[in-house]
Every structure is written in structure tokens, then in C-alpha cells.
């Protein structure tokens, strides 16, 4: 497994596979590598003959007052975790590599980012979008590969290279949990003891939401009020948001009458968290 820090080693390693006729699979990251990432390294190692992941803080997706600065880094433990994982490739770029002086083009979407994540941080998917479209101009990899606990971002990369011609197919994979059921993320170890336990709140809404849902609720609002009003029961969790989606157009809707995402966002103390489900993965076909 090899550690590059260009562009240009980049665009030489991946072109060297192509003259071999190699196929090539890419899992993008901000590093801080937990076993939700290995799978999707996993996935893209069983898939393709080559895999490349990219491991960079992306400062443009990050808000004034986000956490840019402590977001948690160990390029050591990262590279150990690829290699393990029959990672090929390990791209972590310094910002000044991927936004050189002077830098002033944008990736921008409408529609799909006005709600939920889109709606609470406003430069967020805008940053996403430009640094993907620029990582998937370095690598130019057959398959990329997404987790679903990001559902948003799924959506809005999927929209991005189909309106754009990107060729390169994206793969949308489950999210991994902890024992307990709360969603694996970098974010975790911002977590106190106490806030941990709190944490549990996102996964044990879900749950009641997708059970809601499996029994046959199609109100969303009825969906939507059972997991707020158990979250919060939670002294430590703020709810920045839990809608229900068209997965489409990720416009909310009030009745589970199409394919849905039923996405939230919660402060645990000062951490803000995470989680979903699709009614796709949960429903049995035809509904
Ligand atoms: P991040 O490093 O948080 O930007 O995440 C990089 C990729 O890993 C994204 O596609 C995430 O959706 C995915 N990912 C993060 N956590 C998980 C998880 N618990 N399960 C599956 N995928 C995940």
C-alpha cells in the first residue's frame, strides 16, 4: 500500500493500472478511519482490481462555526486500517494540493440540498460536491463508493454525475453500527461517557420509526412525532431536525406514498449527530 501526497503521483499509479487494463474502485474520506469506512473499502476491494482512498479534511464543506479545527486525524492509524483492508492506494493531499492560490470554480446543486443537512449548514454540500468532482477528476475510477449513513450526500453524488456525465458508477452501501446500535463515525469521540449513552437516542428513533413503518404507517408526521418525542426524553439531545424525504428530490412529504428517506440530525451536548433509514431497505418490494 503506498501513501501519496499529489496529484500527480495520483494520476501516474492509477494511470499505470489503465494501460494494464485494471479496474479501478475509489472510497473518498476525511480520514479517521473506523470500520464503517473499511467496508466500504471492503466493498470496493471485492469489486474492482485496484482501490484507491482518499483521506483529506476537506476545509470547504466545513461552516465558520463547525469543527474544522478538531475534527480528529491519525494518517498512522488510517494507513494501517487501508492496508488491512487491501487498500491500494492512499491519497492524503495537504489543502494547498487541492485548492492551489487563486482557486475560484464551485460545484453547486439546487433542489437536493435545500433540505435537511442542506438546510443547517449552508456551504456544506457545496464543498462536497467541488471536492468530489475534483477527487473523481484525479482518480477517474470505475466505481465510488458511498456510505448510506451520509443519506443526503448519497443522494446529491448520485444526482451530481448523472447531471454532469461523470462516468463513474456510485455505489451506496449500509450503514455499520456499534453493538449497541449506535452508527459508527468519526464524530463518536467527541463524545463524554454520559453523552455516549445519550447518543443511543438516534438508533432507538430509528427503530421506532422504521417499525412504524414496516407495521404500515404511511403518515409521515405520525412517523416523524413518535422518534421526536422519544429523543427528546433525552435531557443531553437537541434536535436539529427529522424529516421524511422523497429520496428523488430529498423534498419533504407527508405521505409514504414513494420511496422515502427518514433522515435527522441531533446534538448530543455539542456533537451533532447523525442517522437514518430508507422505507427501501425496510419495505418488502412493491411497496
Ligand atoms: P467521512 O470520513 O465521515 O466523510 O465518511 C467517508 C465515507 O464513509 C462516506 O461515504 C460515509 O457515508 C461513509 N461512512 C461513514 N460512517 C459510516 C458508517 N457508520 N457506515 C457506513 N458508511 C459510513
Same mark, same amino acid.
Given at each position: 500500500?503506498?501513501?501519496?501526497?499529489?496529484?500527480?503521483?495520483?494520476?501516474?499509479?492509477?494511470?499505470?493500472?489503465?494501460?494494464?487494463?485494471? /479496474?479501478?474502485?475509489?472510497?473518498? +474520506?476525511? !480520514?479517521?478511519?473506523?470500520?464503517?469506512?473499511?467496508?466500504?473499502?471492503?466493498?470496493?476491494?471485492?469489486?474492482?482490481? /485496484?482501490?484507491?482512498?482518499?483521506?483529506?479534511?476537506?476545509?470547504?464543506?466545513?461552516?465558520?462555526?463547525?469543527?474544522?479545527?478538531?475534527?480528529?486525524?491519525?494518517?498512522?492509524?488510517?494507513?494501517?486500517?487501508?492496508?488491512?483492508?487491501?487498500?491500494?492506494?492512499?491519497?492524503?493531499?495537504?489543502?494547498?494540493?487541492?485548492?492551489?492560490?487563486?482557486?475560484?470554480?464551485?460545484?453547486?446543486?439546487?433542489?437536493?440540498?435545500?433540505?435537511?443537512?442542506?438546510?443547517?449548514?449552508?456551504?456544506?454540500?457545496?464543498?462536497?460536491? +467541488?471536492?468530489?468532482?475534483?477527487?473523481?477528476?484525479?482518480?477517474?475510477?470505475?466505481?465510488?463508493?458511498?456510505?448510506?449513513?451520509?443519506?443526503?450526500?448519497?443522494?446529491?453524488?448520485?444526482?451530481?454525475?448523472?447531471?454532469?456525465?461523470?462516468?463513474?458508477?456510485?455505489?451506496?452501501?449500509?450503514?455499520?453500527?456499534?453493538?449497541?446500535?449506535?452508527?459508527?463515525?468519526?464524530?463518536?469521540?467527541?463524545?463524554?461517557?454520559?453523552?455516549?449513552?445519550?447518543?443511543?437516542?438516534?438508533?432507538?428513533?430509528?427503530?421506532? !420509526?422504521?417499525?412504524?413503518?414496516?407495521? !404500515?404507517?404511511?403518515?409521515?408526521?405520525?412517523?416523524?412525532?413518535?422518534?421526536?418525542?422519544?429523543?427528546?426524553?433525552?435531557?443531553?439531545?437537541?434536535?436539529?431536525?427529522?424529516?421524511?424525504?422523497?429520496?428523488? +428530490?430529498?423534498?419533504?412529504?407527508?405521505?409514504?406514498?414513494?420511496?422515502?428517506?427518514?433522515?435527522?440530525?441531533?446534538?448530543?451536548?455539542?456533537?451533532?449527530?447523525?442517522?437514518?433509514?430508507? +422505507?427501501?431497505?425496510?419495505?418488502?418490494?412493491?411497496?
Amino acid at each position: 500500500m503506498k501513501i501519496v501526497k499529489t496529484v500527480k503521483e495520483v494520476r501516474e499509479q492509477v494511470a499505470q493500472w489503465r494501460r494494464q487494463g485494471l /479496474r479501478v474502485g475509489f472510497v473518498p +474520506t476525511m !480520514g479517521y478511519l473506523h470500520e464503517g469506512h473499511a467496508s466500504l473499502i471492503d466493498r470496493s476491494v471485492s469489486e474492482n482490481d /485496484r482501490t484507491v482512498v482518499s483521506d483529506f479534511v476537506n476545509p470547504m464543506q466545513f461552516g465558520p462555526t463547525e469543527d474544522l479545527q478538531t475534527y480528529p486525524r491519525d494518517l498512522a492509524h488510517d494507513a494501517a486500517l487501508v492496508e488491512a483492508h487491501g487498500g491500494d492506494l492512499l491519497f492524503n493531499p495537504e489543502p494547498d494540493e487541492m485548492y492551489h492560490e487563486g482557486f475560484s470554480s464551485y460545484v453547486d446543486m439546487s433542489v437536493l440540498t435545500e433540505e435537511l443537512c442542506g438546510l443547517s449548514r449552508p456551504v456544506h454540500f457545496r464543498g462536497v460536491c +467541488t471536492v468530489v468532482t475534483k477527487l473523481f477528476n484525479i482518480v477517474q475510477p470505475d466505481n465510488a463508493y458511498f456510505g448510506k449513513k451520509d443519506a443526503q450526500q448519497l443522494a446529491i453524488i448520485r444526482h451530481m454525475v448523472d447531471d454532469l456525465n461523470i462516468p463513474v458508477q456510485i455505489v451506496g452501501c449500509p450503514i455499520i453500527r456499534e453493538a449497541d446500535g449506535l452508527a459508527k463515525s468519526s464524530r463518536n469521540t467527541y463524545l463524554s461517557p454520559a453523552e455516549r449513552t445519550a447518543a443511543l437516542v438516534l438508533s432507538q428513533a430509528v427503530k421506532i !420509526g422504521s417499525d412504524m413503518v414496516r407495521a !404500515g404507517t404511511v403518515e409521515a408526521a405520525a412517523v416523524i412525532g413518535a422518534m421526536k418525542e422519544h429523543i427528546e426524553a433525552e435531557p443531553l439531545a437537541k434536535i436539529d431536525y427529522v424529516k421524511m424525504v422523497d429520496v428523488a +428530490t430529498m423534498q419533504q412529504i407527508t405521505v409514504l406514498d414513494r420511496p422515502a428517506l427518514c433522515a435527522m440530525a441531533v446534538y448530543i451536548g455539542k456533537t451533532r449527530l447523525i442517522d437514518n433509514f430508507f +422505507t427501501q431497505d425496510i419495505l418488502p418490494e412493491g411497496n
